[in-house]
């Protein structure tokens, strides 16, 4: 049986302030979990249903993965979820340092200001499905370890490094040591996607739907790029995750 504490320690853990100071964030779901599993993550602990860890326990011990069988119940009142799905994990965060010189030669992605947690897991669900394993966040942008990121990125996270940096900094210094790839900015009044010549390895940046990118952001790119709009459309924006798979596929098809 889980105590009242610990419940109350893992519910804490939606909490930013909190994922920050204890370096750990929480995964629930079969999929997800199963993902961590083969990932390479230190795992905090594991709460799950006792079918699922029927299931899994030769693989959890080979692991030396500290897990505890729970009651749907419980699982309930320590899950972020409007319906609990068999099991909740807590991870410790990675400490991995962003080296601009490693980006020579890929194709990395840029976010400003994306604040929505399902917009940012799903662009890592899509960094990952065109072979993209860095992204870079500007400080507003929402909280990787979001519950409702991971779960929006279906697994992908454990794949695709993000890093929270400075964006003008990271750009200038992305330009400085890799001035033969390009860096693409996704706005209104940019070039026709379909029209120019955009290839990779590049660096792209999208901004929220909002607010878009930051000028001194815009500044520093190379080109400025957009989806154009079909002719009689009233629709007043794209959703950034659409926006990025829709230019990452045209990138990977020229590039």
Known sequence: ??????????????DKKIRSSEK???????????????????????????????ARQPLLDKLNANYAAVTPKELERISQLNTPNQVLAVVHQTETVLEVNTL????????????????????????????ISTIVCSPNTVDSHNQKV???????????????????????????????????????GGKDLY???????CLLVMGSE????????????????TIPQFTGSKAESLNVAVSTAIICGEIRRKG
Not at 180 to 188: D, K, S
Not at 195 to 201: F, G, L, R, T
């Open 195 to 201: 029209s120019e010549e955009i290839k990779a390895p």
């Open 150 to 188: 991971v779960q929006a990125s279906m697994g992908s996270f454990f794949r695709v490094n993000v890093f929270y940096a400075d964006l003008v900094e990271f750009i200038t210094g992305y330009k400085q040591q890799h001035p033969q790839q390009p860096v693409y900015a996704a706005t209104l």
């Open 1 to 14: 049986m889980l105590s009242p504490n610990r419940i109350k320690f893992i519910r804490s853990l939606a």
């Open 104 to 131: 020579n030669g890929k194709m990395v992605l840029a976010l400003d200001n994306v604040a929505d947690p399902g917009n940012l897991g799903t662009i890592i669900r899509i960094a990952d499905w065109f072979g």
């Open 210 to 225: 909002s607010h878009g990118i930051s000028a001194d952001v815009e500044k520093l790119a190379t080109s400025l790029i």
């Open 24 to 54: 750990l964030f929480t995964v629930e779901g079969v999929k997800p979990v199963e993902e961590l599993l083969l990932s390479g993550y230190k795992i905090h602990s594991i709460y799950a249903v006792a079918d699922w860890v029927d």
